[in-house]
């Protein structure tokens, strides 16, 4: 599990970030150059010259060979170590009412108002099992003063972020269309809910300060950045006194939070973006321009997108890979393509102290079960001899759509057991 860390960073316009300083210890080793050692003895095997100076020849004494350099190899450094760390990214969590009334009774049953634990825990053992897992919570909580609602302007129980850490996840990216719903109390909510669990979040602010620095992950002395943006907000505008509170998507505002990342120590820097057309597959012009234009600026090493509530392609964009979008991990939408999810794990690698890059990326099919909401990863689901034979088509057919989507451009990202 990942170490949420603080670091202090250069103010921006319209990136709210939090932070206290995060530092780096870097080692450096340096070789000694070797020294010029005296020339060898003569040798018997040296070869007689000949000088004619109108005399028969005569031998001379032998003459040993210049020499023009040490005699000893100078000591080497061997490379530094590699490190290697997987990382783990699920899709929209969306509170519709009929799913929250399912976690009214779950809560009721452990005597709680709300209890959406039993919904992510079967995703624990893929969540957990990464260094570093972040969620995208497309919905603000509910604020103080304000009642829990859904579709179209929602405020979530609180509880929800208990499940959220309970499945084992470190944080979340919280800029989303859906980000302005319930105004500042909302977003005040949310991040004092999840500083109290000890998530990170990135992608809204509540003040001026948690603009200065990106959200900095420590996986056991590897650092990574988790930077979050949103192509609008619904029609709601940021108060003309808060421009900090949400993140919208501008590539010159990426790419000087990409740079403060690296400066403040990030090995590593991942944009998680909520973008495209709902219910499309298909990336449309919009992703495909702001997935060129943010996968351009060197300091960007992977993006993950949010939004259109149905899985969409994995494409490498110049050197970058690109998850267009992880769909639904959690919600009410009753279409089959709608309940398909998608979590991606990424394993990274690179020298110590150095700059990570993406190595693999697995998928990871889920599909929600209606009854339930259980988000129910469905190849270790499939793998029960035990399970329902509905069940068992519904997951098969839900995983054969999602990776035919997730590959569809010829990315050759394999299914993770």
């Known amino acids: 599990?990942?170490?949420?860390?603080?670091?202090?960073?250069t103010a921006r316009h319209h990136a709210p970030r939090v932070g206290l300083a995060l530092a780096l210890l870097l080692g450096a080793c340096g070789a000694e150059a070797g020294t010029d050692a005296a020339p060898p003895p003569p040798s018997s095997t040296t070869p007689v010259v000949a000088v004619d100076d109108g005399d028969p020849a005569t031998p001379e004494p032998p003459t040993p060979p210049?020499?023009?350099?040490?005699?000893?190899?100078?000591?080497?450094?061997?490379?530094?170590?590699?490190?290697?760390?997987?990382?783990?990214?699920?899709g929209d969590l969306l509170t519709h009412m009929p799913l929250v009334a399912e976690a009214q009774r779950d809560g009721a049953a452990a005597g709680a108002p709300y209890d959406f634990g039993p919904m992510l825990a079967p995703l624990a053992p893929i969540v957990g099992g990464a260094d570093l897992?972040?969620?995208?919570?497309?919905?603000?909580?509910?604020?103080?003063?304000?009642?829990?609602?859904?579709?179209?302007?929602f405020h979530a129980p609180r509880e929800l972020a208990g499940a959220v850490a309970g499945a084992g996840y470190d944080g979340c990216s919280t800029a989303s269309n859906h980000s302005l719903d319930g105004g500042r109390p909302a977003i005040d909510a949310t991040l004092?809910?999840?500083?109290?669990?000890?998530?990170?979040?990135?992608?809204?602010?509540?003040?001026p300060e948690e603009d200065v620095a990106p959200r900095l992950y420590s996986l056991d002395g590897v650092v990574v950045a988790h930077l979050s943006y949103a192509y609008g907000f619904n029609g709601y505008q940021p108060p003309a006194d808060a421009p900090w509170i949400v993140d919208a998507?501008?590539?010159?505002?990426?790419?000087?939070?990409?740079?403060?990342?690296?400066?403040?120590?990030?090995?590593?820097?991942?944009?998680?973006?909520?973008?495209?057309?709902e219910y499309q597959h298909e990336p449309?012009?919009?992703?495909?321009?702001?997935?060129?234009?943010?996968?351009?600026i060197a300091e960007v090493d992977l993006v993950v997108g949010h939004h259109a509530h149905v899985v969409q392609p994995i494409e490498r964009v110049g050197d970058t890979w690109v998850v267009f979008g992880l769909g639904n991990q959690l919600s009410n939408q009753s279409q089959d393509v709608r309940r398909d999810g998608l979590t991606v794990v990424v394993t990274v690698a690179g020298p110590a102290g150095g700059p990570l890059a993406v190595r693999t990326i697995e998928a990871v099919p889920t599909f929600v079960d209606l009854g339930t909401y259980e988000v129910l990863p469905t190849a270790a689901t499939l793998a029960r001899p035990d399970l329902d034979p509905g069940l068992r088509a519904a997951l098969e057919a839900s995983q054969a759509r999602?990776?035919?989507?997730?590959?569809?451009?010829?990315?050759?990202?394999?299914?993770?057991?």
């Open 1 to 9: 599990m990942a170490e949420v860390t603080y670091p202090r960073g």
């Open 66 to 90: 210049p020499t023009t350099g040490p005699t000893t190899a100078p000591p080497t450094t061997a490379p530094p170590p590699e490190v290697v760390r997987t990382l783990a990214f699920g």
């Open 133 to 153: 897992a972040l969620c995208h919570l497309e919905v603000p909580l509910v604020g103080d003063g304000q009642q829990v609602t859904g579709y179209p302007s």
């Open 192 to 207: 004092g809910t999840f500083d109290a669990l000890g998530l990170g979040h990135v992608g809204t602010a509540r003040s």
């Open 249 to 277: 998507l501008d590539p010159a505002v990426v790419a000087r939070d990409a740079a403060a990342a690296r400066a403040a120590g990030a090995q590593l820097v991942v944009v998680s973006v909520h973008w495209g057309t």
């Open 284 to 296: 449309d012009a919009y992703q495909r321009d702001m997935a060129a234009a943010v996968t351009a």
């Open 402 to 417: 999602t990776m035919g989507v997730v590959n569809r451009s010829g990315a050759g990202i394999a299914l993770r057991p």
